[in-house]
């Protein structure tokens, strides 16, 4: 899975109302259509694709969760509506 794929799969879940987790071995990240909306509104990315790698704001950080083949932890998805 590309990190385009990737993205694609997490807004597709958000755009249904789903709550999107990002898990590693020390952190458990919750996104949801609100979190996205809220760094939207004030013209943030949540997410960015540079080269084959996908990262997630953190801060005015960003973390690296997929890097061309390799995946940083586990995205869960469930449907709290």
């Known amino acids: 899975m590309t990190a385009r ?3 694609d799969l997490i807004n597709s879940h958000l755009d249904k109302g789903h ?3 990002h898990q590693t071995c020390t952190r458990a990240t919750k996104i949801t259509a609100a979190t996205r909306k809220r760094f939207v509104d004030r013209g943030h990315q949540l997410f960015k694709i540079a080269g084959s790698d996908l990262f997630i704001a953190r801060g005015r ?3 690296c969760i997929h890097s061309g083949t390799i995946a940083f932890g586990t995205i869960r998805v469930f449907d709290e509506s």
Do not use: A, I, N
């Open 61 to 63: 950080s960003w973390d």
């Open 5 to 7: 794929e990737k993205l």
């Open 19 to 21: 709550t999107v987790y």
